[in-house]
């Protein structure tokens, strides 16, 4: 294991549960964004099997405002799932789904975008890529 598995198995869980919710393009993309079982595991970057390089490193505001959405809705049913079946849903220990919603919960999702280029939008002058579909 390395310090990023815990992140990876965030991620498969939104994926799983993105799917289920019927969000495929979004449960597609997001799948790219972390090592499959024939990829690298690395460090916190890694070379997925089309020869990109990928960081582990998605900034959540630069996806769009429903996307955002789906991932903690996704991630809020995963974490209720985690807790109900244990290990036979996923090995990634509970109490750190827990603290991830805990920290969402203090965040305020509903920003302004101050400014937005084809690539980017601007929100109290931090500059975030955009990600994932829907842009």
């Known amino acids: 294991m390395t310090r ?19 969000d495929n393009e979004f449960a597609d993309w997001l799948r790219t ?3 499959n079982e024939n990829e690298e595991k690395g460090d916190a970057v890694f070379w997925n099997s089309k020869n990109e390089m990928i960081q582990r490193i998605i900034d959540l505001r630069g996806l769009t405002k429903t996307n955002q959405e789906k991932f903690w809705q996704a991630l809020s049913i995963g974490a209720k799932n985690l807790r109900q079946f244990g290990e036979e849903y996923s090995i990634l220990n509970p109490d750190r789904l827990v603290e991830l919603m805990a920290a969402h ?21 931090d500059k975030i890529d955009k990600v994932g579909p829907g842009w």
């Open 33 to 35: 964004r972390f090592p």
């Open 4 to 22: 990023w598995t815990g992140y990876d198995m965030i991620l498969e869980i939104v994926t799983k549960e993105l799917r289920n919710l019927g």
């Open 105 to 125: 919960s203090r965040v305020i999702d509903n920003f302004d975008i101050d400014n937005e280029t084809e690539k980017e939008i601007i929100v109290s002058g």
